[in-house]
């Protein structure tokens, strides 16, 4: 299937000109990094951080189903509610070894 090009204008041109030069930029700096990065001695690297873990809800009520469409297929979903809202859905499928 031939593609057709379009005719574009000087404005076109000189935008897409300015996109590529923009992308060769973001490239040489990519670079610069990735090499930098490359040639680091990270043997001895320690990343400080600091990290603010709760549980938002400690309760949740909780509903499953569990289905077993024949020997090899199985369904199983449990729906959460109150508190925080999740959904967990599973397929099993039983291989014949």
Known sequence: MARRSRARGPKALAAQDDFLLENDRVH?????????L???DLSDVTINYHLDKAVTDPWNMLVGA?????KRWQA???PGFIGRKQLLA???YRFNW
Request: glycine letters at 0%; proline letters at 0%.
């Open 28 to 36: 040489v700096v990519i670079d610069a990094i990735a090499q930098r």
């Open 38 to 40: 490359q040639n680091a």
């Open 66 to 70: 569990s289905y077993e469409f024949n």
């Open 76 to 78: 199983r979903v449990e």
């Open 90 to 92: 599973q397929v099993n």
